[in-house]
């Protein structure tokens, strides 16, 4: 079930799609941005803080929102429309979200340790070769980049990082590889990301964090969050040896 309507109450025109009948897709723009970022986080900021009734949770995207809800209690609340879709299109119509507060989570900043090339970084060559760049020059634009996480995909803590140099900008694996090891920092176009968990992965690999990316044990188990600020600082084996010994 794939339904339509524009965001009446925005001042851009916003697109709602029905994707079935538990969850609809705000679309705010085409391109990643980072006052389309803000935008979505602001909106996002707002429904929590005013749920409908029925709304479960949201998914912020790189140009998107996601809203799952239960559409026992959607088609049994007094919101105008006669299926859930248009309910809860016509409750998203009413949200502005230029006139929102800023969002309440304060963004951290972090600096993200990395060991680069070798075992830790087996694509920092690949990288290399592909933007007529040394190793050095690799290291140097990424430590030197600063970085925004876009969004928290594919797997729990993977975070989507935007604002990286163009001059790294490579394209992701044709074959991907089995075992990519927990930690590893990758690169896929003009992205740039950390893999909290070992998983398969087509990103070329430049490096490896020792710091824990995800841990169910935290409070907030993904180390960073949608809005954070990173940029990575260039570690040798044996501090990064320390630094998992100590398990941060």
């Not at 800023?102 to 920092?124: R, T």
Request: hydrophobic share 40%; proline share 6%; aromatic share 8%.
């Amino acid at each position: 079930m794939i339904k339509e309507e524009s965001c009446s109450g925005t001042n851009i025109p916003l697109k709602i799609y029905g994707l079935s009948e538990k969850s609809v897709t705000i679309t705010f723009g085409t391109t990643i941005d980072i006052d389309l970022l803000d935008l979505i986080t602001d909106f996002n900021q707002l429904l929590l803080e005013n749920p409908f009734s029925g709304l479960i949770s949201t998914v912020p995207a790189y140009t998107t929102l996601t809203v799952f809800y239960d559409p026992l209690m959607v088609m049994s609340s007094d919101l105008p429309g006669e299926v859930g879709f248009e309910k809860v299109s016509a409750y998203l119509n009413n949200i502005v979200p230029t006139q929102t507060k800023k969002a309440a989570q304060v963004a951290n900043e972090l600096v993200i340790p990395v060991c680069y090339g070798g075992h830790f970084g087996p694509d920092l060559t690949t990288v290399a070769l592909a933007n007529h760049l040394t190793e050095t020059e690799v290291i140097d634009i990424h430590t030197g980049g600063h970085y925004t996480i876009f969004m928290i995909g594919f797997v729990p803590g993977f975070a989507y990082m935007g604002g990286m140099d163009d001059r790294l900008s490579t394209p992701r694996k044709n074959v991907p590889t089995a075992k990519i090891p927990a930690g590893s920092v990758g690169i896929a176009g003009n992205q740039t990301g950390i893999y909290p968990m070992e998983t398969p992965g087509g990103w070329q690999i430049i490096g490896r964090t020792p710091l824990k990316m995800f841990d169910v044990n935290r409070a907030q188990p993904s180390l960073l969050k949608g809005g954070d600020r990173v940029t990575f600082k260039a570690i040798d084996q044996a501090e990064f040896n320390t630094l998992l010994e100590i398990g941060i």
